[in-house]
């Protein structure tokens, strides 16, 4: 069973920055594919970005050139760098940890989410 933690959300002018965190324990981190995911009120939650666990990263069109998906595997943790904010990136953001096993069975966690807002 893998916990994640997601930090970093908050009140943020358009165009300014924020980072978000997401910790996780319980599990060997490094095997999972990692995502960032968020819902707007009335929305569908969507993909922001993901990272697997070899490095490659892949972004929602809405955010390519402004979000930034890393992770530490040292320190069990997956960043989302978001830059040039709009009103339109509030939501609440979910992390996401996700292992297809060449067993079957696939394991999927998220995290509790962290609020971004954006004014208009």
């Known amino acids: 069973q893998v916990q994640l933690v997601e930090s970093g959300g908050g009140l943020v002018q358009a165009g300014g920055s924020l980072r978000l965190s997401c910790a996780a324990s319980g599990g060997t981190f490094s095997i999972y594919t990692m995502g960032w995911y968020r819902q707007a009120p009335g929305k569908e939650r969507e993909l922001v970005a993901s990272?697997?666990?070899?490095?490659?990263?892949n972004y929602a069109d809405s955010v390519k050139g402004r979000f930034t998906i890393s992770r530490d595997n040292v320190k069990n943790t997956v960043y989302l760098q978001m830059n040039s904010l709009k009103p339109e990136d509030t939501a609440v953001y979910y992390c996401n940890a996700d292992f297809a096993a060449n067993w079957g069975r696939r394991y999927n966690y998220w995290g509790q989410g962290t609020q971004v807002t954006v004014p208009s």
């Open positions: 990272i697997s666990s070899g490095g490659s990263t």
